[in-house]
């Protein structure tokens, strides 16, 4: 796995951490963990165009809640990214 830059090199027992929760999340979500971990990467890249984001820190979840007006499930996926700063400040 590359690492991304910006991102401080991990002991083995967070990356370990990372795995699991990447697991399980793959799990919830009825997808292999290779697709969680290309979601997570384009997320990161997508929102760095214009925010300095700490991608070490970012955690996803996946969440299933019953839509009661349609009687059925949908699956949502939450993306929890701490931002440092923005990188175009007055551009809006």
Same mark, same amino acid.
């Given at each position: 796995? *590359? ?6 090199? *991990?002991?083995?027992?967070? +990356?370990? %951490?990372?795995?699991? *929760?990447?697991?399980?999340? #793959? ?11 290309? %979601?997570?990467?384009? %997320?990161? #890249? ?6 300095? =984001?700490?991608? #070490?820190?970012?955690? +996803?979840? =996946?969440?299933?809640?019953?839509? /009661?007006?349609?009687?059925?499930? /949908? /699956? /949502?996926?939450? #993306?929890?990214?701490? =931002? ?9």
């Amino acid at each position: 796995m *590359k690492r991304e830059p910006g991102v401080p090199m *991990k002991r083995s027992g967070e +990356i370990a %951490i990372r795995r699991l *929760k990447l697991l399980l999340v #793959a799990d919830k979500a009825d997808c292999s963990p290779e697709l969680i971990e290309m %979601i997570r990467r384009d %997320i990161c #890249a997508a929102l760095s165009k214009y925010m300095d =984001v700490d991608a #070490a820190r970012m955690e +996803i979840a =996946v969440k299933h809640q019953e839509d /009661t007006s349609s009687e059925r499930y /949908t /699956t /949502t996926l939450y #993306a929890k990214l701490p =931002v440092h700063s923005m990188r175009l400040k007055g551009f809006f």
